[in-house]
């Protein structure tokens, strides 16, 4: 039986062709808030926006310039899902990390983005994942204010 305890769907992360236009189009259709924008790394020219209460609630990451997407991408256009954990700290990202291992499951990377830390992972069909623990309260515009503060962080770690 698996020991991960996923709480919710946290976020999405997608591939677009302009960041920033798509940022304008999610602030004015769907009402969200752009919560940061990623300086250098691997995320740069990103963008993360959210609906009120989450440091970000969906990411739009420039996509390569031969990259499909839209309707033609059928599903590429996703860069990862984010899971939150549900009352998780390090220890249980550890033994998640064990557990994941001990099954055979792909990881591709650990990042610690200061308002949370995750493992991103693949299914089988070659999906990417991420499951996390947020370090930063979500309450009060905290994990906000600190995405904002950071610039989209990515650092990798180990686990």
């Known amino acids: 039986m698996s020991?991960?305890?996923?709480?919710?769907?946290?976020?999405i992360v997608l591939f677009v062709k302009d960041p920033e236009a798509s940022a304008r189009w999610y602030a004015e259709i769907l009402n969200m808030k752009i919560t940061a924008r990623a300086g250098d790394g691997p995320y740069k020219g990103g963008v993360f926006l959210s609906f009120g209460l989450s440091d970000h609630d969906?990411?739009?990451f420039p996509a390569a310039a031969d990259t499909a997407i839209g309707k033609e991408a059928k599903g590429r256009e996703f860069e990862h899902i984010g899971l939150a954990m549900a009352g998780c700290n390090m220890e249980d990202l550890r033994a998640n990390y064990a557990f994941f291992r001990e099954?055979?499951?792909?990881?591709?990377?650990?990042?610690?983005?200061?308002?949370s830390v995750g493992i991103?992972?693949?299914?089988?069909?070659?999906h990417?994942?991420?499951?996390?623990?947020?370090?930063?309260?979500?309450?009060?515009?905290?994990?906000?204010?600190?995405l904002n503060r950071n610039e989209g962080q990515a650092n990798p770690i180990t686990l």
């Open 128 to 146: 990417m994942l991420e499951v996390f623990c947020q370090n930063v309260p979500l309450e009060g515009g905290a994990s906000q204010a600190e």
């Open 120 to 126: 991103y992972f693949y299914d089988p069909d070659g």
């Open 3 to 11: 020991r991960i305890n996923v709480a919710r769907i946290a976020h």
């Open 58 to 60: 969906i990411a739009l």
């Open 103 to 115: 099954r055979g499951v792909e990881i591709a990377e650990i990042l610690d983005h200061g308002v």
